[in-house]
């Protein structure tokens, strides 16, 4: 395997030579498995979303030299709340001003078809769209004035961060 790959840690090598004749060199190797085997799986991009608090979503990210931890959570909503909340609804995350977010995502259904988040309607224009923004307390869903956007019945905003190094 070549040595600038930058995934190395995360590989996991699909034979190894295990010896039979001496236990201490047996141990070592076991031990080594173990610890290729743990990283392989440390690494790897954890499915959790959840809803009522943050998860380690598994990703690294190295904005500088030290490894950044990204974090993942799921915001469900219906066009009742988004009604009678004006569009907000509260992340409730802490140390917001420490964060980088790396994706702010969701999908909405109008109670027969789903839709991505945020929603762009190329044939309605400007405003016929769905945004959204994520501020210091609140993740903001706008919809567009024109009236041509599909209507919101329920939906799931996620959104994932690191720590700012």
Request: no cysteine; proline share 5%.
């Amino acid at each position: 395997m070549a040595s600038n790959i930058v995934n190395q840690q995360a590989y996991l090598r699909t034979s190894r030579e295990f010896p039979d004749d001496d236990v201490y060199q047996l141990a070592l190797e076991v031990n080594k498995a173990y610890v290729d085997t743990s990283n392989a799986i440390n690494y790897r991009t954890i499915g959790m979303f959840p809803t009522k608090r943050p998860a380690i979503n598994g990703e690294s990210w190295f904005i500088t030299s030290a490894r950044q931890q990204g974090f993942r959570q799921v915001y469900p909503f219906t066009q009742a709340e988004l009604t009678a909340s004006g569009g907000v609804i509260p992340h409730r995350i802490k140390n917001f001003d420490n964060l980088i977010f790396t994706r702010i995502y969701g999908t909405f259904t109008d109670g027969s078809v789903w839709y991505p988040l945020p929603y762009v309607n190329t044939a309605g224009g400007v405003a016929s769209q769905i945004s959204l923004s994520v501020d210091s307390t609140n993740i903001n869903v706008t919809e567009g004035g024109g009236g041509s956007q599909p209507v919101v019945d329920n939906g799931y905003v996620v959104l994932e961060w690191i720590s700012r190094p």
